[in-house]
Structures are given as C-alpha cells and as structure tokens.
C-alpha cells in the first residue's frame, strides 16, 4: 500500500543482536585476514557493533580465471577458523558489480538471520502459510530462500548460475503436492517474478484441480 508504514521489528533485532553480539570481533577478524579491499566499505562495523541489530561483515576478492579456486580456499579457512568457535556463523558468496572482471563478495551472516529466516519470520508474523508466499531471487545469497523455507522458490532470468543450479537441484514437487515449487524463468527483474507468478500461479491450480 503507497501509505503503509514500516517500521523495524524489535523482536527480530533482539535475535539478531543478541547473536552478533557474541561473535562480532572474532568474525571480523577472521574475515580481515583474506579481504583483498575491492570495496572497502563491504566490512559495516559500524552498525553490527552499535546495538541497532543490524550485521553483515563482507570481504571480497578480485575477479579473473582462479577466482573460483581462491573462493573455496577462503570459504574452508574461515570454516576452519570460524567452527571452532563461532557456531552461529553463516557465509554465502555473491558477485559483485562496477569492475572488470567482477570482483566476488564473501559475506558472513549471524546463522540464524538470512533471507531464509527472515521470511520464515515474516510469513508466522504476518499469519501466512508458505504455499501463500513466494521467493524470488538473482544470487546466491538469496539461497537460503531454497535451502531454509519450504515456500516456492523462482530465480530469474539475469540471477548467477551459481543460484540457478540450486534451483534446479531442488526441482518441482509431486503431482500431489505444490511444495516446494521451484523454477528458473527468463525474464530479468519485476518482469521474471511476474512470469514466475504466473507459472506457480498455473501450476498451483493445476495441482489443486486434480486433487
């Protein structure tokens, strides 16, 4: 609605907060170690440690022909480093944008925040089952959605491989059941979700129709 207000859930900063807070430095520090400074300002100590709830630490990595090797060298040292005594750290990797060859962000996540979380949140909040939401996404930070909500899932057209894979892998349901839908479409942006909507939409009323 053009005149809906929204505000910030104080439940949801409490979990998140109260989470972050216990592991901010070590995760920073950690990340420190390998972030190769193509964005600089990725790294938002500011609003992970000021208590507003907020926490998102990234580093990132220049693009070129072994970027995917250096990736998953970085992913299992902070792995490594960050299990023995973080339990709460989740990591995803997304391309980044602005240079040639695009550099690729590592970002770390208190674990039980995410998209896939925050939906599932959003969705018992707001009184809805998940066959009535859907997600939608165009990187693979947006997996969570797949791997963490049983809500269908859509990637579209301009999303990375990496995300489209993942979609791909988890594939549609049953004849008897809807849940999870997932599909990768063609249309880039709005125009992908609305295609998208419009399968589930179809695919969902087909469902319903034979049961």
């Given at each position: ?7 910030r859930d104080s439940e949801w900063d409490s979990c998140i907060r109260n989470c ?71 990591l995803s990797t997304n391309p980044a944008w602005g240079d040639t060859p695009v ?109």
């Amino acid at each position: 609605h053009a005149d809906a207000a929204f505000g910030r859930d104080s439940e949801w900063d409490s979990c998140i907060r109260n989470c972050w807070d216990k592991s901010a430095e070590n995760v920073k520090k950690a990340l420190d170690a390998l972030d190769e400074h193509c964005i600089p300002h990725l790294n938002d100590t500011a609003n992970a440690l000021n208590g507003v709830g907020e926490a998102r630490y990234a580093i990132t990595l220049k693009g070129g022909d072994n970027v995917v090797k250096r990736i998953h060298a970085c992913m299992r040292r902070l792995e490594e480093e960050l299990n023995t005594c973080e339990k709460i750290v989740e990591l995803s990797t997304n391309p980044a944008w602005g240079d040639t060859p695009v550099p690729q962000i590592i970002s770390a996540l208190p674990s039980n925040s995410g998209k896939g979380r925050a939906a599932n949140y959003i969705a018992k909040t707001l009184g809805f089952d998940d066959c009535d939401c859907v997600g939608a996404g165009d990187t693979l930070g947006d997996a969570s959605m797949v791997f963490h909500t049983s809500m269908p899932f859509l990637a579209v057209g301009n999303a990375t491989e990496s995300l489209k894979d993942v979609v791909r892998n988890r594939g549609k349901s049953s004849d008897k059941e809807y849940l999870p839908f997932s599909l990768v479409v063609k249309g880039f942006g709005v125009a992908g979700v609305l295609e998208g909507l419009k399968e589930f939409r179809n695919f969902r009323g087909d469902v319903m129709n034979s049961q």
